[in-house]
């Protein structure tokens, strides 16, 4: 039980590194709130109003807040522990005979909630409340064609549809329905539709033979299929076991690779966050253990820049030129632990 709360010293510089933590969050939070909404002002029209911006950008900050948490985690870090160096409270943890080991272990400890909350929330919660804010937008704006649509090869024929709020319900639908010989026979429109066990339900659906007039028919389904709308939505919004299922079902070179892109990335973001709470430690133990606060803070930006930039750009270039994905992910990060650990035994 000691090894996982540790003693009071060690309590107290967790409480000061979990407090850092959130004001950070809070901080950073609220900034990502305020320009986001800015952003969505300049599409405010009479179909996007502003309580509509407002409502998109508290809804799709789970997703931004998901993808800086290893950034969070960094600054959170060199605030909480710098304000125990700048107090003196760090050298009196030496003097009492805490090492750097007990000491970073107890840093970490709140972060590691944090971090396992990040993870289960990638998979239970952050694509689905992203899902329906992105499409959401897209509906009220309706600004979806054609070409911005999602298209689905059925057995049947071809199912086209604008918007999905939810992975149980599409929307704006038209479904070319053709012979054995890919002859065109029907066209069927719809507002909705609702995933039923093995099939799609649309709901009052306008029915039109090729050459003849339109009818009704609310009985009308189109098949599913095993993995219903989760082969053409956009990687974000899936979780961890449905990437890992796309990625095995996938036949599609640029699809499978963008997808194995986010699922690593997902997968890989606690190592990612470890590192830079190596790095940091390295600072806060090192070189920087004698600057001000303010300059801790800026360079620990200009890190998190400069560390997500080369993720981004290395993901990038690992889609289009084949290159291991695993790899392009894990590097930066590989990096910057090496550095951090040999920064660290060099202390002792």
């Known amino acids: 039980m000691r090894f996982i709360l540790g003693d009071r010293l060690e309590r107290l510089i967790s409480f000061q590194v979990a407090i850092s933590l959130f004001v950070v969050f809070l901080v950073i939070g609220f900034l990502d709130f305020f320009f986001q909404l800015l952003n969505e002002l300049q599409d405010v029209d009479d179909n996007y109003s502003f309580a509509d911006a407002l409502f998109y950008s508290f809804l799709s900050m789970p997703f931004r807040l998901y993808d800086l948490l290893p950034y969070f985690c960094l600054i959170g870090m060199i605030v909480g522990l710098g304000s125990l160096v700048d107090n003196g409270e760090l050298i009196g943890a030496r003097v009492l005979g805490k090492s750097y080991f007990s000491i970073g272990l107890a840093a970490f400890r709140p972060l590691l909630i944090l971090i396992a909350i990040g993870l289960l929330s990638s998979e239970y919660y952050v694509p689905d409340i992203?899902?329906?804010?992105?499409?959401?937008?897209?509906?009220?704006?309706?600004?979806?064609?054609?070409?911005?649509?999602?298209?689905?090869?059925?057995?049947?024929g071809f199912l086209y549809f604008q918007y999905a709020p939810d992975k149980q319900k599409i929307k704006k639908i038209k479904f070319i329905e053709h012979d054995k010989n890919f002859k065109p026979l029907r066209l069927i429109e719809s507002d909705s539709a609702i995933a039923e066990i093995d099939s799609w339900r649309l709901i009052d659906p306008s029915i039109k033979f090729i050459n003849e007039g339109p009818i009704r028919d609310n009985n009308f389904r189109v098949s599913k299929g095993l993995q219903g709308i989760k082969i053409v939505l956009d990687p974000k919004y899936l979780s961890l076991s449905d990437l890992n299922q796309q990625i095995n079902s996938?036949?599609?070179?640029?699809?499978?690779?963008?997808?194995?892109?986010?699922?690593?990335?997902?997968?890989?973001?606690?190592?990612?966050?470890?590192?830079?709470?190596?790095?940091?430690?390295?600072?806060?133990?090192?070189?920087?253990?004698?600057?001000?606060?303010?300059?801790?803070?800026?360079?620990?930006?200009?890190?998190?820049?400069?560390?997500?930039?080369?993720?981004?750009?290395?993901?990038?270039?690992?889609?289009?030129?084949?290159?291991?994905?695993?790899?392009?992910?894990?590097?930066?990060?590989?990096?910057?632990?090496?550095?951090?650990?040999?920064?660290?035994?060099?202390?002792?």
């Open 130 to 156: 992203s899902q329906s804010a992105f499409e959401g937008k897209s509906e009220k704006k309706q600004s979806a064609d054609l070409k911005e649509g999602y298209w689905m090869n059925k057995p049947e």
């Open 250 to 348: 996938s036949n599609e070179g640029y699809r499978k690779r963008s997808l194995s892109l986010e699922y690593w990335k997902k997968i890989l973001q606690p190592f990612v966050t470890f590192s830079l709470l190596l790095l940091s430690l390295s600072f806060i133990f090192g070189p920087m253990r004698d600057q001000k606060s303010s300059q801790r803070i800026i360079i620990s930006l200009v890190l998190a820049f400069c560390f997500d930039l080369s993720n981004k750009l290395l993901g990038s270039i690992s889609i289009v030129s084949g290159a291991s994905i695993f790899l392009a992910v894990l590097f930066p990060a590989l990096v910057i632990s090496i550095f951090g650990l040999i920064s660290l035994k060099r202390l002792n």
